[in-house]
């Protein structure tokens, strides 16, 4: 069973950078698709950002386009998402996932979660 462990939020003023890591068990990580996706109180769970497995292909939702940046180390079995020119309203709880299958779509299909980690971004 892979288990996915995340580290690296906290409170930041806006304008600011963060970047979160994602430290995943198994031999298999290099083979997963990662995803980023984030929660804030009394809102639904949205997807922020995916990397392939190789790091070659990543895509980003709309409202982080530019200011975060997914990558990877496969040999540190770990996943990375840098965020600069943080936003208050980048404040949530940052979860990463794992999947084993390749989708058309980035944002689904997610089979292994982390606990997440609080990111708070003050004005």
């Known amino acids: 069973q892979v288990q996915l462990v995340e580290s690296g939020g906290g409170l930041v003023q806006a304008g600011g950078s963060l970047r979160l890591s994602c430290a995943a068990s198994?031999?298999?990580?290099?083979?997963?698709?990662m995803g980023w996706f984030r929660q804030a109180p009394g809102k639904e769970r949205e997807f922020v950002g995916a990397?392939?497995?190789?790091?070659?292909?990543?895509y980003y939702a709309d409202s982080v386009k530019g200011r975060f940046t997914i990558s990877r180390d496969n040999a540190k079995n770990t996943a990375y998402l840098q965020m600069n020119s943080l936003k208050p309203e980048d404040t949530a709880v940052y979860y990463c996932?794992?999947?084993?299958?390749?989708?058309?779509?980035?944002?689904?299909?997610?089979?292994?979660w982390g606990q997440g980690t609080q990111v708070t971004v003050s004005s």
């Open positions: 996932a794992g999947r084993s299958g390749t989708y058309s779509d980035y944002a689904v299909n997610y089979d292994y």
């Open positions: 198994g031999r298999t990580f290099s083979r997963y698709g």
């Open positions: 990397i392939n497995w190789n790091g070659g292909r990543q």
